[in-house]
């Protein structure tokens, strides 16, 4: 389902972080990364986080930059890593990897074409999660003690079987799949300036007068990650059928439509392979000057790209556990 669909569909709202201090976030932490990944790809000169055996790692650059806002507002973030992606999304990975080879193109062209601000702008989108991104984030959130759990496969799934459990207030993510894998609330734009916002599955629901597995039936007519939706049927549309009709099967068979795979697609949402594999300590104490030696001197980053990250994370952590004893 397209975000701009759920969107529509979502109670959100504006809470202040006055509000949400103290709480434990699951991050979706591909989602997260990904979003830092790229502004610093389109910000920052390649030679700041780039190796001197070429491999760059603006990922370090976005991580020291980011953690700092959860730090300053009292959350304790747990970020969860994807495991292996489901056969369902090879379609989703096909479109996004022809998506970047186009990028990859417009790329050469812009700086065979000497325009530095399309060339960064297609930088941005060219950016993907390799290995060596994927192993220095979780050694660099080691070093600063915030808590990583594994995903047996989708990160936004189990942040959100974490949620439902109560072994994190919120998720935090911008895709808003996170209604889907029944996330009870999940707080947006972390990663932008200003308060968050906050997606409430309850009052989603309630809001439509609708229930959970309706919600996932209208996604699905709408067209997910996992499944190409119904050619017609927008969400309002959909909540309307659906409501009508009752359940998804219900709607197919009155309309004649067929959706392939929908049962699997359905119990994905419904029940998302998870695990209870987890543990982590909420009182976090990072080692900040492994951190910055592991940043500048193991991955070469230039120090004053992390400088300011890294006094904030110092201030912050210091700040926050006076405030714990008073």
Known sequence: MGNADLRTL?????????????????????????????????????????????????????????????????????????????????DEVAKRREQREKAEERLEEAREAGDAVEAARMEARTQRLTETIQDTSRELLSLLDVPVVEAPAEGE???????????ADYVGSEDYDTLLFGAPYT????????????????ATLDKHDI?????????MLCGTDFNEGIT???????????????DLWSVLEARGDTIPNADRVRE??????????????????????????????????????????????EESVTQTGLDRWT
């Open 268 to 313: 994905f949402f419904l029940d998302p392979p998870v695990t209870d594999d987890y543990d982590y300590d909420t009182d976090i104490d990072p080692d900040v000057a492994a951190a910055r030696e592991f940043v500048t001197e193991t991955w070469e980053v230039d120090p004053e790209e992390v400088r300011r990250g890294f006094e904030r994370i």
């Open 10 to 90: 979502a109670a959100l709202s504006e809470v202040s972080f006055d509000e949400v201090a103290g709480s434990v976030v699951a991050v979706d932490a591909h989602n997260w990364l990904y979003r830092y990944l790229t502004t610093t790809v389109k910000w920052t000169s390649s030679e700041k986080y780039t190796t001197s055996e070429g491999k760059e790692v603006a990922n370090l650059v976005g991580i020291v930059q980011g953690l700092p806002k959860f730090f300053e507002h009292d959350l304790t973030p747990v970020f969860v890593f994807d495991g292996g992606v489901t056969e369902m999304k090879d």
């Open 232 to 246: 017609g049927i927008g969400p309002k549309t959909a909540v309307k059928v659906v409501t009508e009709h009752g």
């Open 187 to 202: 707080l947006r734009q972390l990663t932008s300036k200003g308060n968050p916002e906050l997606m409430d599955l309850d």
């Open 157 to 167: 799934a189990q942040a959100s079987y974490m949620a439902r459990k109560g072994d």
């Open 211 to 219: 229930t959970y597995e309706q919600l996932v039936d209208i996604a």
